[in-house]
């Protein structure tokens, strides 16, 4: 079964981009804390594109 690593790939973006920039794809928490297990709309549309690319990756590859 093939699997997708989205921790691996998240963790590579989040080097990639810098504390900052990934703590600005979370969200905040009904106090205004700083919520680092979910995402807000711009990491959702990120995280989301990172899934697909490695979904089709996996589709080419295997001709599921």
Do not use: W
């Not at 995402?39 to 080419?60: D, H, M, N, P």
């Amino acid at each position: 079964v093939p699997l997708i690593d989205m921790y691996s790939a998240t963790l590579a973006q989040c080097e990639r981009l810098g504390v900052s920039a990934c703590v600005a794809l979370g969200t905040k928490t009904e106090t205004g804390e700083q919520d680092n297990t979910h995402l807000g709309a711009k990491g959702q549309r990120e995280v989301g594109a990172i899934a697909a690319t490695e979904f089709l990756k996996i589709t080419r590859r295997t001709g599921l």
